[in-house]
């Protein structure tokens, strides 16, 4: 067991078994031992890679879809660029980037990052240095005015419960110890989690079927939703996971891109679940309207991803060219991140019709 596992354990034999959710809380952000806490999991030499760390045309297409947005705004003078779970804040440089072709756009955001790593917030530091960003915790301490906010594989990091079905109806799935170590039980009755499972699931009998919620996204989901109803702008959120709910299980670790046992060291794997988007869309739809989810690879491709690559290939060597055509294959193929991964979109009732998600 390493630290972490024995903190844990200790917790379990003072006050009981926890939820999949707080363990996965625990594993990634423990002020000390936390996953996210203690390192930078990114790239190659990380645990995993992500869209902007494959490409630089993503954050580029995600840069004009928010210079597009914030035209059909009403271009204001002032707004906050927020992005949630920015990683080392590659995917914000490259949109800043792209979007400097609009220089009026660069002087009304204030760039607002949510992160909670002290080690990713300090390469974000040095990687948007020139545009002052400041960091908030949470969306309710961003700073007054509308907002465009971008949040890339981060909803997959927030915790999850696991629900299973039994005769008696749904159990909580815990973490609890034996001398082994760390292992999976169940509640002895329901919990209130078992409200929080998608209409869709709840009436599946089968025993043995899961259900995952994620109270913290849904929660996130909503709160932009209200946020834009109040004060305006839109949320692009891109993630893996599917359009309808459905039973399952999708919490995975992941550690040196090879999957890893789930209760075996933790904060040394990256843990996440497949995002709901239908549960997603149920959260913020009173408050915003809901486009998609599409595609990452239908919404790349209405953005302009070909154009876009072949312009970037023309000055490129033979070496780059390469390079760059295969990170693109990577992310709108549909057998690689083009199909997994949507893009939900949330903006104020009545406004225009985004970029990429044209019927
Ligand atoms: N968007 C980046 C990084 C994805 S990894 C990219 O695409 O490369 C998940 C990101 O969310 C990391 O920056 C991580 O530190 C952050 N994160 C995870 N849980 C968080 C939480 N509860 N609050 C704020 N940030 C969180």
Request: net charge negative; hydrophobic share 45%.
């Amino acid at each position: 067991m390493n630290e972490l596992a024995r903190l844990i354990a200790r917790r379990i034999a003072m006050t009981g078994p926890m939820t999949v959710a707080d363990y996965m809380a625990t594993a990634l952000t423990h002020p000390e031992h936390g996953y996210y806490t203690s390192r930078d999991p990114l790239g190659r030499d990380g645990d995993f890679i992500t869209a902007p760390e494959i490409s630089q045309v993503f954050g580029e297409l995600i840069g004009i879809w928010c210079v597009t947005v914030w035209q059909q705004m009403g271009s204001p003078k002032h707004f906050n660029l927020v992005e949630l779970g920015p990683g080392r804040g590659t995917l914000m440089a490259d949109a800043l980037r792209a979007a400097s072709q609009a220089p009026a756009f660069v002087d009304a955001a204030e760039v607002v990052l949510i992160e909670t790593s002290p080690v990713l917030r300090a390469s974000q530091a040095e990687r948007l240095s020139a545009f002052d960003p400041v960091w908030c915790d949470s969306l309710d301490t961003v700073p007054d005015g509308p907002v465009l906010a971008i949040a890339n594989e981060f909803l997959d990091a927030l915790p999850a419960h696991q629900l299973v079905r039994t005769g008696a109806g749904w159990r909580e799935r815990l973490v609890g110890r034996d001398e082994n170590g760390l292992r999976f039980m169940l509640s002895a009755g329901e919990t209130p989690t078992a409200a929080l499972v998608a209409p869709e699931i709840r009436n599946d009998t089968r025993t043995g079927a899961i259900a995952e919620v994620q109270p913290m996204a849904l929660r996130v989901a909503a709160a932009l939703a209200e946020r834009i109803a109040q004060d305006g702008g839109a949320a692009l959120i891109v993630d893996y996971g599917h359009a309808e709910s459905a039973a399952g299980e999708t919490l995975q670790a992941v550690r040196d891109h090879e999957p890893h046992d789930v209760l075996d060291a933790p904060g040394e794997a990256d843990l996440t679940v497949h995002v709901d988007f239908a549960a997603l869309t149920r959260a913020a739809a009173d408050k915003a309207t809901i486009r998609g989810p599409v595609t990452q690879g239908a919404f790349l491709r209405r953005m302009g991803i070909a154009l876009r690559a072949e312009s970037l290939i023309k000055g490129a060597t033979a070496e780059q060219a390469e390079s760059i055509a295969s990170g693109v294959e990577r992310l709108i193929g549909p057998d690689q991140m083009g199909s997994l991964f949507k893009v939900l979109c949330l903006s104020g009732h009545g406004t225009p019709q985004p970029p990429g998600f044209e019927d």
